[in-house]
């Protein structure tokens, strides 16, 4: 796996009953928005629609309120926070993450509180290796010097404050990378003058690895044969079929075995092309033993590459029961020495 990337951040200061941010530059569909709203004193606890509070707390004096959001395919220009009926000092930022985990961007979360100079995030337990490491403070006042104070072995993204108002806040984020699963450690940032802070730890969990297909067969995925006789399209049903035929538990997208796929999808090609009369249950069960990434609905592939595997997994009488086209079989049936 390769941890997630920081790509920029936006950020904003109001005194008001919401804080509106803008989105940060270039973000696409499916990219991961992390965003800490931190306040004066403990008005409610700031919310937006869309997004999903990962952590959240307040003392007397500070509140933090960090959310995220996996951007959809039309994303406004910036997002409202609101903590209305409250009218506070506020300071927030958005910060724009790529290279994560769609389904479970948040690999886990921890939160401290304290009132010192040294606002300390707390050690979290990842479970995957390659996690980004975001470390996010908020403190009552103004008590920073901006742009500085980060955590050691960090690199920092900002810190900053809200001093329009005489009751002020501050707040501020850092990441790291955290190469192998397990305990994170504490970071602290560092105050000018002791104050009640809130801190947290976000790992942000790295996209899922993809299993590398053999060599024929990643050739014959990427550069498909241009001849309609040695492809064509696996359709929704067929895939559907070749699923559930199988593998009850998968769906739409999951990732299978393109053989086990060709199989199955050679029954619904247009008559002429590829008309295999048989498919036995074992085919399935030798060609899903060897999964290969993201073969979804649409996709173009080889025939006659698969059917070389196939046919290398398949024994004798099974592949008698199976009519293939006579220029494939002549090509590939002395693979097992029938």
Known sequence: MTVPVFQGFTEATEVNFFLVIAKPSGVVENDLMIAVIVCNANPPIATSSGWTVVQSSQTSAVTITTLYKIAGASEDTSYSFGFFPATVPSYGFIVRITGHNNSTPINVSGLGI???????????????????????????????????G?????????????????????????????????????AAFALTAAEEWIAMTVAIEPAPTVTVL???????????????????????TTLSLALTLQTPSLSIGC??????????AALHAPTGL?????????????????HTPSLHAGSTVSVSAVLALALTQLEPEDITMITYPPVVYDKYRKVRRI
């Open 114 to 148: 304290g009132d010192s100079a040294t606002p300390t995030c707390p050690s979290v337990l990842t479970d995957e290796d390659d996690c980004l490491i975001l470390r996010i403070f908020g403190a009552d006042d103004d008590d920073i010097t901006v742009n500085s």
């Open 274 to 290: 590829f008309p295999v009369q048989t498919i036995l249950p074992t085919c399935f069960a030798l060609a899903l033993s060897q």
């Open 214 to 236: 053999p060599d024929a067969f990643a050739l014959a995925l990427s550069q498909p044969a241009p001849t309609i006789e040695q492809d064509y399209t696996v359709l929704p």
């Open 150 to 186: 980060y955590p050691v072995d960090t690199i920092g993204i900002t810190v900053n404050k809200n001093s329009t108002d005489p009751n002020s806040c501050s707040g501020g984020a850092a990441y790291e990378a955290q190469a192998s699963a397990g305990a994170s450690g504490t």
């Open 255 to 264: 990732t299978v075995s393109p053989s086990a796929l060709q199989l199955v």
